[in-house]
C-alpha cells in the first residue's frame, strides 16, 4: 500500500482549492455543497484512476501475504479481487519463513510464466507459476519444494486501484469534515493536480484554450517524476524475455536459487 507523507499530503478540500488556483489564477473555494466543486473532485478522481496507468502501474504497487497451512499440497491460489496480479519485468512470487518474524528469509522463488507453459515445468526442480484473473496456479505442490511449509507464507507482488474521494450521496447533504479532510492518494499530489486541472479544462468552453498549455505543464511534471523514480535508481537485474531454462552449466545454483539476466 502507498504510504501517504504527511509533509507532502494534500486534503480534498486543498485539492480542490489548488485545481481552482491553476484554472483561474485566484485564490477561490467553492461550497461544497455547490456542484462545482462535486465536479472537480470527479475529475481528481479520474486523473487517480489515470495516474495508476502510468510508469507500469508502479504508483500503485503492494504485495499480499497468504499463510501457509502445514504440508500443503494446494497447486492454485486465490487473491481478492480488488487486486491484480503485477508480472511485469523480473516480479515474483516468493515463499518466505516467518517462524521467528524478526529473521524472515526467502525459502523459494516463483517467477512468471506464460499459462501455457506451465505445465512443461511440473517435473522440474524449482517452483513457477502462472496467473489466470484472480488465481495463482504453481508448477508443482508447495511441500515439494519447502517441505513443511508451517509458519510459512507467499508473498504476492500485486498492482491496486487507487483510493478515490468520497462523497455524500445524496448532493443536499452538508459535506462532512471528515469527507472533506480525505487525503489524496499520491505521493506526489501536484502531479493528480495538474492532471485533474487539465481534464476540467476540456470540459469548459472558456478555459479549452488553455487545455495544450496545461497538458504540457501536466506531462512534464509527470515525466520529472518518473525520471526521479526510475533513472536515479539501480536497475535491478531483470529475466530475458526467453522462457527460462533451468540447468546447472554454472555451478552456481546453490548460492543462487533465482534466474536472472545473464544466467539462463
Known amino acids: ?111 512468471f510464466l506464460p499459462r501455457d507453459a506451465l505445465h512443461k515445468y511440473r517435473n522440474r526442480g524449482g517452483l513457477w507459476c502462472s496467473v489466470t484473473r484472480n488465481i495463482l496456479t504453481l508448477s508443482r505442490p508447495l511441500s515439494a519444494v519447502a517441505g513443511a511449509t508451517d509458519g510459512m507464507v507467499m508473498e504476492i507482488p500485486l498492482q491496486r486501484e487507487p483510493v478515490p474521494f468520497r462523497l455524500p450521496a445524496d448532493p443536499t447533504e452538508d459535506a462532512d469534515p471528515l469527507v472533506l479532510a480525505q487525503e489524496l492518494d499520491f505521493d506526489f499530489p501536484d502531479v493528480v493536480i495538474a492532471r485533474a486541472a487539465w481534464l476540467y479544462a476540456q470540459t469548459d468552453p472558456l478555459m479549452q484554450p488553455r487545455v495544450q498549455t496545461l497538458e504540457e505543464q501536466y506531462k512534464d511534471m509527470m515525466y520529472q517524476l518518473i525520471e526521479r523514480d526510475t533513472a536515479f535508481t539501480d536497475a535491478p537485474d531483470q529475466n530475458e524475455i526467453i522462457v527460462p531454462v533451468q540447468n546447472d552449466i554454472y555451478g552456481e545454483s546453490t548460492w543462487r536459487p533465482w534466474p536472472v539476466a545473464n544466467r539462463r
Open 1 to 111: 500500500m502507498t504510504t501517504i507523507n504527511p509533509d507532502v499530503s494534500m486534503t480534498l478540500e486543498e485539492a480542490v482549492r489548488d485545481v481552482l488556483s491553476i484554472l483561474t489564477g485566484q485564490e477561490l473555494n467553492y461550497d461544497p455543497d455547490m456542484d462545482r466543486f462535486r465536479a472537480i473532485v470527479k475529475h481528481l478522481n479520474r486523473a487517480l484512476r489515470s495516474m495508476a496507468l502510468e510508469s507500469e502501474w508502479s504508483f500503485y504497487h503492494t504485495v499480499e501475504r497468504i499463510d501457509l497451512p502445514g504440508g500443503a499440497q494446494d497447486m492454485t491460489f486465490t487473491i481478492t479481487t480488488d487486486y491484480r496480479f503485477r508480472v511485469i519485468s523480473d516480479d515474483a512470487v516468493r515463499i518466505i519463513d516467518v517462524n521467528d518474524p524478526e529473521n524472515e528469509y526467502t525459502v523459494a522463488w516463483a517467477y
